[in-house]
């Protein structure tokens, strides 16, 4: 904190996309297109937001990609977890790491799980490694 807004679009290389979300309440969803141009690299999501105080998550939420083929993937949770859906709700980054990405169009979804005081808005970028 302190140091001003980083530009991630000049400090890193390889960015696919770099935005700042909407405000979102309980419920709502906010849905983005990533394309990868080419296969074999690692795709790094990555979502992060600034919460209210307090010992726990206030404002909690969810980052899910879909690769081109249908396959989820969420938040922290290893790329390997099979079908289930455990969400993160301890933490407010989260990043999905997929190595040996797939081409094509990945579907990025910020969910609202909860979000008990006002609006939550949230970064996302997503980049080739």
Do not use: H, M
Not at 8 to 16: F, P
Not at 26 to 46: C, Q
Not at 74 to 90: E, Y
Request: contains cysteine.
């Amino acid at each position: 904190q302190g140091f001003g807004r980083v530009n991630l679009d000049r400090s890193v290389k390889r960015a696919l996309t770099t935005l700042d979300g909407p405000g979102l309440k309980t419920g709502d969803k906010s849905t983005f297109t990533v394309k990868v141009p080419t296969a074999s690299n690692t795709l790094r999501i990555a979502l992060c937001y600034s919460d209210f105080p307090g010992p726990v998550l206030i404002n909690n939420l969810n980052l899910i990609v879909t690769d081109p083929a249908g396959k989820r993937y969420v938040g922290n949770q290893p790329s390997s977890a099979g079908g289930t859906l455990t969400l993160d709700s301890t933490n407010n980054v989260e990043v999905v790491q997929v190595g040996k990405a797939k081409k094509g169009n990945w579907t990025v979804d910020v969910v609202a799980s909860n979000v008990s005081t006002g609006s939550q808005d949230f970064a996302l970028a997503a980049v080739l490694v």
